[in-house]
């Protein structure tokens, strides 16, 4: 026989089907644990997401930059969704992509390539 301990079994009363072991109890969270760099970027007061280039930017900033660049005209080409293409203002847009994931991701996406363009030195 081994010497390991084994959990609690609830007892079986003959009705309906065996109860397997008892439910742990729960236990409260632990705390969120921070990295040392975390901390030390935070005490800086460095960004904790130094190689995101979207962290921190609104999507009305995306939006605009986009527009500035590329105008909407070209926009609603790279992008073919309505509000690029009729009647199209940072508002609308905004509105529309904010509820709509997928179309926030290709405009996410082509801000990034728009500015590794930007860092090669070409132009749209």
Not at 21 to 29: H, I, T
Not at 35 to 52: F, I, L, M, V
Not at 97 to 114: C, D, H, I, N, S
Request: charge should be positive; charged fraction near 25%.
């Amino acid at each position: 026989m081994s010497d390991d301990p084994k959990p609690p079994v609830a007892e079986h009363d003959g009705n309906g089907p065996a109860a397997g072991p008892l439910p742990r109890q729960a236990q409260p969270p632990e705390p969120a644990r921070t990295g040392a760099a975390t901390r030390e970027a935070a005490e800086r007061g460095g960004s904790s997401q130094p190689r995101n280039p979207l962290h921190g930017l609104t999507l009305e900033a995306i939006v605009t930059a986009l527009a500035d660049h590329y105008g909407w005209d070209e926009l609603g080409h790279r992008i073919p969704i309505r509000c690029f293409n009729i009647d199209p203002s940072v508002t609308s847009s905004l509105r529309f992509l904010r509820k709509t994931p997928w179309a926030r991701e290709k405009v996410e996406g082509l801000y990034l390539f728009m500015l590794r363009e930007q860092r090669r030195g070409g132009r749209g």
